[in-house]
């Protein structure tokens, strides 16, 4: 990361950002899904869950709170409606 004092000040700043995304691509990637499973089973595209994963778009916490679980479970909403 260098020695750089902004660099580093600024990383740390986003430690905790970067901490989570990586906690969102666990799932993803022990479940062996790509980013366009993922944004079908959220009702979205695949380019908004590589936004998210990359860091370039931030979302609501109950948003990302909803991409774990179902990297997890392989649950689809419309496997759930009558």
Same mark, same amino acid.
């Given at each position: #990361? !260098? %020695? =750089?004092? &902004?660099? #580093? @000040?600024?990383?740390?700043? $986003?430690?905790?950002?970067? @901490? $989570?995304?990586?906690?969102? $691509?666990?799932?993803?990637?022990?479940? =062996? #899904?790509?980013?366009?499973?993922? @944004?079908?089973?959220? =009702?979205?595209?695949?380019? @908004?869950v590589?936004?998210?994963?990359? !860091?370039?778009?931030?979302?609501?916490?109950?948003?990302?709170? !909803?991409?774990a679980? &179902?990297? %997890?479970? !392989?649950? $689809?909403?419309?496997? =759930?409606?009558s």
């Amino acid at each position: #990361m !260098g %020695k =750089n004092p &902004v660099f #580093m @000040a600024e990383y740390e700043e $986003l430690e905790d950002e970067f @901490a $989570l995304l990586e906690e969102l $691509l666990k799932p993803r990637r022990k479940a =062996n #899904m790509i980013q366009e499973d993922v @944004a079908r089973r959220i =009702n979205t595209k695949a380019p @908004a869950v590589a936004g998210i994963e990359s !860091g370039g778009q931030q979302k609501t916490f109950s948003f990302y709170c !909803g991409i774990a679980p &179902v990297c %997890k479970s !392989g649950w $689809l909403p419309s496997e =759930n409606i009558s």
